[in-house]
Structure formats: C-alpha cells, structure tokens
Nanobody
Framework: QVQPVESGGGLVQPGGSLRLSCVAA????????VGWYRQAPGNPRDLIAR???????DYADSVKGRFTISRDNAKNTVYLQMNSLKPEDTAVYYC???????WGQGTQVTVSS
C-alpha cells in the first residue's frame, strides 16, 4: 500500500486529545517529507504540520504548541498528536507523501461537547 492510510480520528470533547496515524508501505515513505492537512466544510485543505525525512518539523500557527508531528520509521508511520482540542479543530484530516504527492483518504475529527 504505497498510498498513505490515516486512522485515529473520532469524536472528542473540547480540551481532549487524539493521536492520528498515517501508514504507508515502502522505504520511499521513510525517506519522504510527510504533511498533515485538514479540511473543514466549505474551507480549503490547509497544511497544519509537516515533517521531513530528517525529522525537521513545521506547524501552522493555529496548531503550534498543541499538535506534535513525529515519525516511527520502523513502523512506516507518521503520527499527529493533538492536545487541547478545540471545536474549530473539527475537520477531515489527511496525510500526504510530499515527495510523491500521494494523499490518504482522510479521517474525521470532531471536537464537540
């Protein structure tokens, strides 16, 4: 499965946490930059976190200090740890192999009481 596959979404209360996973087969994924994006209804798909093959990371201002991107190359997995979630974080979350342009199918995150 070269195309990334996301998991870990769900319904969480404001202030709660979720960890999303993005898995793809192959050594190419381990050497790729990977981005996490999100898209809420009526909004564009925005990049919120990115990690390079050398583990450098960047975050959108809207999630900085609350979200953490990391990777486990032994598992071909990139994670997005999301803490202090807010209702405005509600969206479909996608990961993307930035080197090859492959998108996952997305996972829904809903933050609501």
């Amino acid at each position: 499965q070269v195309q990334p596959v996301e998991s870990g979404g769900g319904l969480v209360q404001p202030g709660g946490s979720l960890r999303l996973s993005c898995v793809a087969a192959g050594s190419i994924f381990r050497r790729a930059a990977v981005g996490w994006y999100r898209q809420a209804p009526g909004n564009p798909r925005d990049l919120i976190a990115r990690i390079t093959s050398g583990d450098s990371t960047d975050y959108a201002d809207s999630v900085k200090g609350r979200f953490t991107i990391s990777r486990d190359n032994a598992k071909n997995t990139v994670y997005l740890q999301m803490n202090s979630l807010k209702p405005e974080d509600t969206a479909v979350y996608y990961c993307k192999n930035e080197n090859l342009g492959y998108w996952g199918q997305g996972t829904q995150v809903t933050v609501s009481s």
